[in-house]
C-alpha cells in the first residue's frame, strides 16, 4: 500500500471527502457516535473530583464534608456508568444498524447507476472486490472515516475535560515558607510541559512505528485465503451436498489451516504474526513505558506540591488522573493522524470506483406509449467489440422487428446471440452502425424509457428469498389477481393451487422455515410470470425452457401465443425445434447473421441452419422420430 504515498494535504483531502459522504448520507451515525464518544471521554472526570474532594475531607478531619462528597462520587460513578452502558449500546446499534447498511447503500447505488459496459468491466469488478476486501480487513476505506472521526471527538474531549481539571495543579502555589516553594517556579510548570510533550511525541512515534507494520503489510492475500476457506467455501449453502458427498470439509479446512500458517495471513506463523512477536511488540511495550514514566512523573510533582501545602492529598489523584488523561488525549489524537494517513490510501479504490463517469449517452426523447403497440426496431449495420477485446463479436448485422413478431436468435454458443440481446437492450452501445426504434437511433431516447420497454429472462437469472408474488411483481404491493394469472400463464397455476399460503409462500428458506425450494424449471416459470406481469412490449427469454423437462416445455410453447399475446419475443435457443413456432428465426455464426427466414425455408436451404439441424436430430435421434416431429427435444 506504500506506493505512491500520498502527500499529507492529499490525505488531508481524501479524508474531508470521505466525511463529506458521511455527512450527507448518514449525518445521524456521525451525531451519535460524537455524543457517544463525548459521555466516554468525559466520564472518568467526574468521579475522579469526587474522590479528590472525598480524600482532602478525610485526610483534612473534616468528616463533615466527606459525607457529600462520598454520596457524590456514589451517585455520579453509578449515574455515569450507567449512560456509558446506554450509550455504547444505542452506538453498537447505530453502527451495525446503519453505518453497514448506509455503506453498503453508497456502493450499491453507484453499481447501479453506472453503464452497463462498467459493471461488467473485469476492473470495474477487481476494484468492487478490492474495496470489500480493504473493508473486511479493518473497515479501511471509508467505515474508517467514522472510526477517525468518533476517535478524534473522544481525543478533544478528553483533552478538554484534562486541562479543566489540572489548570489548578499550576495554579495553586506552595505557600511561601514551605522549603518547596521553588516548585511554584515557571521553569517546573515548562518542564512538566516539555515532560509531556516528549512522553507524548516519544510514546506516539513508537506506536505509530509499531502500526506501520499493519499498514505496510500486505494481507489481502491472507484475507482472501480467510475469506474463501472459512466463510464462502464452508458455507455457501449451494456447496454443501458437494462438501458432504467429497468430504470437502477436511480438505477445506486443511486447506484454510494451511492458509493461516502461511506467510502471508494473520496466523502466529505469518510475517505479521512474528513481527508482532518481535520488533512490533518491543515498539508497542516501549510506548506503554514512555506513557507511564510520564505518570510517574506528575505523581511526583503532583505529590511533592500537596507536601508543600498547596493543596490536599486528595487532589494529587485527581491531578494524576487528568494529566494522565491528557497525555492519552494527545496520545489519540497522534493515533488519529497516523490511521487518518494510512485510511487515505485506502480511500483511493473507494474514489476511482464512485468516480467511475457515465460515458453512455442519455438522449431526452420519451419513447411514446402507443396506445397501439407499434414499435419497429432496426439494426443498421452494427458491429461490436467488447471494451479491451479487438475482435468483433457482432460484424454487419443487419435486421428488422416489429411488435408482435416472434423471432428466434440461433447459433452456436460464442456467435453473438446475447451479444445482440446485450445491444438490443442497450447495456451496450454499437461500436459502429445504429440501432433504431421507430426510425430514431435509440441513444436519443431517455434511458429509463427505453428499458422499459423490454422484459428480459437471462439465462442466469435469479429469484430473491422473499414471498411469490412479489417475486413476480418485483414489489412489495401488487396486484394479487394479476399475479396469479401470470403464474398460471407461465405453467406455474398447478404448483401454486397446491401452496397452502399461495402467493405469500416465500421462496427459499432464508428467511422463512416454510420456505419453499423450487426446482429449476419452476424457477424458470416464475421468472417468465415476472416478465408477463411487467407487460412490457418486447420480452426476450434466453434459452427460456432450457431447465423445463420435455413435457412442460411442450405445454409452455403449446401455450405460447397465448403468452405473448400481441408482445414481441425473441427467443434466444441452441435447441433448433423450439425455434420452429417463431415468423422469423436469425441464425448467427461468428458474429454475423448469415441466413434469416422461418423454420421449413431455412431446414430446406443449404446452410448452418439445416447443418445445425442435422446435428441435433442425430443427437436426438434414439429418442424417436415422433418427438423430433412433435418438437418435445
Ligand atoms: P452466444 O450468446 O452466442 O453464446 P456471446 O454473444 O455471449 O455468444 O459471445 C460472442 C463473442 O463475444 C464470443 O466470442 C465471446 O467470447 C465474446 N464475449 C462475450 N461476452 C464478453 C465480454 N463480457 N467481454 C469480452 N468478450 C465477450
Redesign the pocket.
Known amino acids: 500500500m506504500n506506493k505512491n504515498r500520498l502527500s499529507l494535504r492529499e490525505a488531508v483531502a481524501y479524508t474531508r471527502r470521505g466525511f463529506a459522504i458521511w455527512c450527507k448520507a448518514a449525518p445521524e451515525v456521525l451525531v451519535s457516535a460524537a455524543a457517544v464518544r463525548a459521555v466516554n471521554a468525559l466520564a472518568p472526570y467526574l468521579p475522579l473530583w469526587f474522590t479528590a474532594r472525598l480524600v482532602n475531607a478525610i485526610a483534612g478531619g473534616e468528616p463533615g464534608a466527606a459525607w457529600p462528597m462520598l454520596a457524590g462520587l456514589l451517585i455520579s460513578t453509578a449515574v455515569m456508568g450507567a449512560v456509558r452502558a446506554a450509550a455504547s449500546a444505542w452506538d453498537g446499534t447505530m453502527m451495525d444498524g446503519r453505518l453497514y447498511t448506509v455503506w453498503n447503500r453508497i456502493h450499491f447505488e453507484k453499481l447501479l447507476s453506472m453503464d452497463f459496459c462498467d459493471v ?1 468491466n473485469p476492473k470495474t469488478q477487481a476494484l468492487l472486490t478490492q474495496i470489500l476486501q480493504n473493508n473486511n480487513w479493518s473497515g479501511w476505506g471509508l467505515i474508517n472515516i467514522y472510526g477517525l472521526f468518533a476517535d478524534l471527538v473522544e481525543a478533544v474531549m478528553r483533552i478538554a475535560g484534562a486541562v479543566a481539571l489540572s489548570v489548578s495543579l499550576f495554579t495553586l502555589p506552595v505557600p511561601p515558607g514551605s522549603p518547596l516553594v521553588w516548585l511554584n517556579s515557571p521553569l517546573c510548570l515548562g518542564g512538566m510541559g516539555l515532560a509531556l510533550v516528549i512522553s507524548v511525541a516519544l510514546s506516539g512515534a513508537l506506536f505509530n512505528r509499531a502500526r506501520r507494520y499493519w499498514s505496510e503489510y500486505d494481507g489481502t492475500q491472507g484475507n482472501r485465503g480467510f475469506s474463501y476457506f472459512y466463510f464462502i467455501a464452508m458455507r455457501e449453502r449451494e456447496r454443501a451436498a458437494d462438501i458432504r458427498t467429497y468430504a470437502q470439509d477436511k480438505f477445506l479446512e486443511d486447506a484454510g489451516r494451511q492458509d493461516m500458517g502461511s506467510e502471508t495471513s494473520f496466523g502466529p506463523g505469518s510475517t505479521i504474526g512474528r513481527q508482532a512477536r518481535g520488533p512490533m511488540g518491543a515498539l508497542c511495550a516501549a510506548a506503554g513505558a514512555v506513557s507511564q514514566g510520564f505518570v510517574g512523573a506528575i505523581y511526583l510533582f503532583a505529590g511533592l506540591k500537596a507536601l508543600g501545602g498547596a493543596f490536599g492529598v486528595g487532589s494529587v489523584a485527581q491531578y494524576v488522573g487528568a494529566l494522565a488523561g491528557l497525555a492519552q488525549g494527545f496520545t489519540d489524537l497522534l493515533a488519529v493522524w497516523s490511521v487518518l494517513r494510512s485510511n487515505a490510501e485506502y480511500l483511493k479504490p473507494v474514489y476511482e470506483f464512485l468516480d467511475t463517469p457515465n460515458k453512455m449517452y442519455q438522449g431526452s426523447l420519451t419513447t411514446e406509449k402507443r396506445n397501439d403497440r407499434r414499435y419497429e426496431i432496426e439494426f443498421r449495420d452494427v458491429s461490436f467489440q ?1 471494451p ?2 479487438g ?1 468483433w ?1 457482432l460484424r454487419h448485422v443487419n435486421m428488422k422487428f416489429d411488435v408482435g413478431e416472434r423471432l428466434a436468435v440461433v ?10 440481446i ?1 445491444l438490443l437492450c442497450r447495456l451496450y452501445d454499437p461500436t459502429e452502425g445504429e440501432i433504431l426504434l421507430n426510425g430514431i437511433d435509440i441513444r436519443k431516447y431517455r434511458y429509463d424509457n427505453y428499458l422499459a420497454l423490454f422484459s428480459v429472462v437471462f439465462q442466469d437469472f435469479k429469484l430473491l428469498s422473499q414471498p411469490l408474488g412479489q417475486n413476480v411483481a418485483a414489489a412489495e404491493d401488487y396486484d394479487r389477481t394479476r399475479a396469479e394469472e401470470c403464474l398460471r400463464k407461465a405453467g406455474f397455476g398447478q404448483r401454486l393451487a397446491e401452496l397452502p399460503k399461495g402467493l405469500d409462500t416465500c421462496l427459499y428458506r432464508e428467511f422463512e422455515d416454510d420456505g419453499v425450494e423450487v426446482s429449476g424449471g419452476e424457477a424458470q416459470k416464475i421468472a417468465l410470470a415476472r416478465v408477463l406481469y411487467q407487460d412490457a412490449p418486447f420480452i426476450v427469454l434466453d434459452e427460456p425452457t432450457a431447465a423445463l423437462d420435455p413435457e412442460a416445455e411442450a405445454e409452455v410453447y403449446t401455450k405460447f401465443n397465448d403468452i405473448v399475446e400481441d408482445k414481441t419475443a425473441i427467443y ?1 435457443s441452441h435447441r433448433l425445434s423450439s425455434c420452429r413456432f417463431c415468423d422469423e428465426i436469425a441464425v ?1 455464426d461468428h ?1 454475423q447473421v448469415v441466413q434469416q427466414g422461418n423454420h421449413d425455408a431455412l431446414v430446406e436451404a443449404e446452410g448452418k441452419y439445416q447443418a445445425l439441424w442435422e446435428a441435433q436430430a442425430q443427437y436426438y435421434a434414439k429418442k424417436g422420430s415422433e418427438e423430433l416431429e412433435d418438437g418435445i427435444l
Not at 411 to 420: L, R, V, Y
Open positions: 461488467d467488447y479491451g477485446t475482435t463479436a447459433g452456436e454458443n460464442g456467435s453473438g446471440k446475447t451479444t445482440f446485450k434466444i448467427f458474429g
